[in-house]
């Protein structure tokens, strides 16, 4: 029982299931395309019945099923199974909805190009034969294979105890895969890579990612993510549709089609209207058409989750290498097709050589007769008989001439030359006999001595081949080169990098965006070339098509490869790679954060924070809780080194509250919180006013007192300066002397108050001393401004030196004054350094990018002047700096907030 199990499981494995390395066929692949050669069903002449052809297999080479035969030949004539069919079909053979083919009888087929390039030599001798399975014929044990079938068309089997998956691939980038290796034998995996990218299936999609098919080039085994090629189109009335254009390799689309369907029914997947099929000749095109509310990036991220609109390849490249199972990684196989091909033109050589020896020995016959032939005709004609006259001319020695030189080619053990004589041997003799007369004219005897010569060079070529392998592989090289301008194609399958693994990150090119992020949960970046400055009052531009009534509320800029951490409404922290956020143009609408990060159902952003690009700097750095009822907290930077996909708890919120603001810091800085009343406070992160908290889930402590109906809008971290009450007021009146004199005639306007210093900070803090000029330019080095931006689109800058350092827990001071007239609320308030710009985003997806040396520097409790004209109806939801240097942020203060300003209660 033992070993007729094993001698059945090496039958399964050798003669069935597995791949041959050198021609990528199995038995039954090869003998139909063999069958076909010799009955001559070549790609130049027309097409016959298949079921003849599948006769001719099954009576003389294939003893199985006729079903079995016709299916692995239709198989090889569809061209969404195969990248490069081997069958030219004519009629009905299967369809990629799962259509089963027509009838044998009623579909016809021939060989197509390829399937010609993989048969060409096959009657040189290039490959060894074997008997049937009656002995009643010779089949081949392999084909000759001008290109690596193998890598271009894949295969799949199961035998017993094993199993093969091999994906397709370009064929013109295996060609050239394999140049490359004939001219480097030592090219290495990632030069290979460079020109293989990966597989290329006949049905498109798109292959997520460079890690699992780096694995399974390299081993032989890797899981290939491939995702159906899909779009976001929009329609009348604010409804939009999911337009699937291309679908993962040996995907059923019917099958597909159902599985939606059923999504649907069973309310698993929300917000789809209607489901067609619009395929017709011109290409494949599912419609799924989505409801008014639907969001259309959730539900296709939902398809691609539960159906097989995304599936994975799982490649197992095992295939039969001299007749035994064997992994191939992508050179593997490679190296295999060239060393069999060498054989074959090493065979071929051999057989042609013979082929050229045997036609020289009996043209140089030829030639003696008719140099002689007077003496020839004397013979003959004094011979009784033809076995006389053929004996004759062998005794006899002639001349040899001109072609004496030529013996040594022909003839390989030397032809022995008596006194410049030959004896012909019996077939010259044959052929002298069976000539022509009109082989005797003057342009015949040419013709036979223009065709030795021919001979001659051919010969001298083959051995040439024969002795040289540089030779032989620069014959192989030009061999390829003509087989792929016949079957070269374009590449159909798209490698997508964005959703590859971290170590794709290099792929990924270095420059600054700008996040933007919306009330309803979306996302997006944009680089930052894409907005360029204007000037104060401009009409700005569209920076986001919303939906309804979204609105942006956050916005901020940041590397590619910078992480950010999303805090969200209970409280939890998520971190992403910038890289990895949605690119979008300036007006999109961009992707929902939902599609990115593991959220609940009630569950929504309100804070993002840009990390240091340079993770050594996280250690001596911390992070400032500030939420909108007024509560702050401060913790190690380090506590989020570690983020699980499933989020991580930051902070404990009380109920109603939620974050509004994340920034980092070091010990000493100033934390200034403030609300959208108009009100702030400034106070030192230092231990006896905000210490550092062990843990993450504390409410914190309170940071300012709030009155009725106020809350926090901003966090900002500025540096700590120390300078006397006296000091401060003494800098303010000559940095605003300063400021008066260097004016302009007409700009001197307060815009409504036109008070530098405010009576009530003068009456407070009484009369300023004087400054010493070495202590003013000291304090102007150390000098922020704090910019504060109203929802009426009014804003002003301030001196840092305006907002006095308290105790925690205030109520406060005055930041800006409102009106009517400038607006209700302030919606921004954070340092702007000079030299930057900034940029101002509106309820109406409307963004102004203005420097920030155009606001006028005024006192702390002025109104301001105009940034942005607003239609009616029209406020302004946030505003932040933009920092074009790209510098990793590392203190807080004038760094790439985190997009505080605007934050609205989720």
Wanted: hydrophobic fraction near 40%; glycine fraction near 8%.
């Amino acid at each position: 029982m033992r070993r007729s199990y094993l001698d059945y499981a090496m039958s399964v494995i050798v003669s069935r299931a597995l791949p041959d390395a050198r021609d990528g066929l199995k038995p039954v692949h090869r003998r139909i395309l063999f069958a076909m050669h010799e009955a001559g069903y070549t790609p130049d002449k027309p097409h016959r019945k298949s079921a003849r052809v599948v006769g001719d297999v099954m009576g003389v080479y294939h003893p199985h099923g006729d079903a079995a035969i016709y299916d692995a030949m239709v198989r090889m004539a569809q061209p969404f199974s195969m990248r490069l069919p081997l069958i030219d079909g004519q009629g009905n053979f299967g369809s990629i909805d799962g259509d089963p083919p027509a009838a044998m009888r009623y579909t016809e087929a021939r060989l197509a190009k390829s399937a010609a390039a993989l048969l060409a030599g096959i009657d040189e001798d290039t490959v060894d034969f074997q008997p049937n399975y009656d002995e009643s014929a010779q089949e081949p044990r392999v084909l000759p294979a001008a290109f690596p079938n193998l890598l271009v068309n894949g295969a799949n089997g199961i035998a017993v105890g094993m199993a093969t998956n091999i994906p397709t691939h370009n064929a013109g980038e295996v060609i050239d895969a394999t140049l490359a290796l004939i001219r480097e034998p030592d090219t290495t995996l990632e030069e290979l890579m460079r020109i293989i990218p990966g597989p290329d299936f006949p049905t498109g999609g798109l292959i997520l990612g460079r890690s699992g098919i780096r694995l399974a080039f390299e081993t032989g085994r890797g899981s290939i993510p491939v995702r159906a090629r899909a779009s976001i189109e929009e329609l009348r009335g604010g409804r939009s549709l999911i337009a699937i254009t291309e679908i993962p390799y040996q995907v059923n689309k019917t099958t597909l089609i159902e599985r939606m369907a059923e999504l649907v029914r069973s309310k698993q997947v929300e917000g789809i209207s209607d489901l067609r099929d619009e395929s017709d000749r011109s290409g494949m095109r599912i419609v799924v058409e989505l409801k008014r509310e639907a969001t259309p990036e959730v539900v296709l991220n939902q398809l691609y989750r539960f159906t097989a609109l995304q599936t994975t390849f799982a490649v197992n490249m095992l295939a039969l290498d001299h007749g035994r199972p064997r992994q191939m990684g992508l050179k593997d196989a490679l190296q295999a097709f060239i060393a069999f091909r060498e054989e074959v033109i090493l065979r071929r050589s051999r057989y042609r050589l013979g082929k050229a020896r045997e036609r020289g020995h009996l043209l140089i016959g030829l030639a003696i007769a008719v140099a002689n032939i007077d003496e020839v005709i004397r013979l003959i004609r004094e011979s009784p008989d033809a076995n006389a006259a053929r004996e004759a001319l062998m005794a006899r020695a002639w001349p040899a001439g001109d072609v004496g030189a030529l013996l040594a080619l022909v003839d390989d053990a030397g032809n022995v030359v008596i006194d410049d004589t030959v004896h012909l041997t019996e077939t010259q003799a044959r052929g002298i006999l069976e000539l022509r007369l009109q082989r005797l004219t003057g342009l015949e005897r040419e013709k036979i001595i223009a065709e030795l010569d021919e001979i001659a060079g051919r010969i001298r070529e083959l051995l040439e081949i024969l002795a040289s392998r540089p030779r032989r592989l620069e014959l192989m090289a030009q061999e390829l080169a003509e087989v792929r301008a016949q079957i070269a194609t374009p590449r159909l399958t798209e490698i997508v990098d964005g959703f590859a693994e971290q170590d794709d990150e290099s792929l990924i090119e270095p420059g600054l965006m700008v996040v933007t992020l919306t009330r309803d949960g979306y996302v997006k970046r944009t680089t930052l070339e894409s907005f360029r400055a204007q000037n104060r009052g401009g009409r700005g531009r569209s920076a986001a098509t919303t939906r309804e009534d979204d609105v942006v509320v956050r916005s901020f800029n940041a590397h590619t490869h910078q992480w950010v951490l999303f805090f969200t409404s209970r409280g939890m922290a998520f971190r992403e790679k910038v890289w990895k956020l949605p690119l979008a143009a300036p007006a999109a609408r961009g992707r929902s954060l939902r599609q990115l990060l593991q959220l609940q159902q009630d569950e929504q952003v309100t804070a993002v924070l840009p990390l240091p690009q340079d993770e050594s700097l996280w250690d001596n750095l911390h992070l400032v809780f500030a939420t909108i009822q007024g509560n702050v907290r401060r913790n190690r930077l380090s506590d989020f080194r570690n983020v699980r996909s499933t989020g991580l708890i930051a902070m404990k919120l009380d109920e109603g509250d939620s974050l509004v603001g994340v920034q980092t810091c070091r010990e000493g800085d100033d934390v200034m919180l403030a609300t959208r009343g108009g009100r702030c406070i400034r106070f030192v992160a230092e231990a006896d006013q905000l210490r550092v908290f062990a843990g993450r889930d504390s409410t914190g402590v309170r940071g300012i007192r709030l009155a009725d109906g106020d809350s926090v809008i901003a966090l900002s971290v500025l540096r700590h300066v120390a300078a006397t009450q006296a000091e401060r007021m003494a800098y303010l009146k000559a940095a605003a002397a300063r400021r008066r004199n260097g004016a302009e005639e007409g700009e001197a306007e307060a815009n409504g108050n036109g008070a530098e210093v405010e009576a009530e900070e003068s009456e407070e803090e009484g009369e300023g001393a004087s400054l010493s000029a070495e202590r003013l330019s000291e304090m102007e080095q150390a000098e922020e401004l704090i910019l504060s931006v109203t929802d009426g689109g009014f804003g002003k800058r301030s001196s840092a030196y305006e907002y006095r350092v308290t105790g925690r827990g205030g109520q406060g001071i005055s930041n800006i004054s409102l009106s009517p007239r400038t607006g209700r609320e302030v919606v921004a308030t954070f340092p702007a350094r000079p030299g930057d710009d900034v940029m101002l985003v509106t309820d109406a997806g409307r963004l102004i990018r203005l420097p920030v040396d155009q606001v006028r520097v005024t006192g702390r409790q002025a109104m301001g002047v105009t940034l942005l004209r607003l239609d009616d109806s029209e406020r302004v939801t946030s505003c932040f700096p933009v920092v074009e240097d790209g510098e990793a942020t590392d203190a807080g203060a004038g760094e790439t907030a985190a997009g505080d300003s605007g934050a609205e209660d989720a």
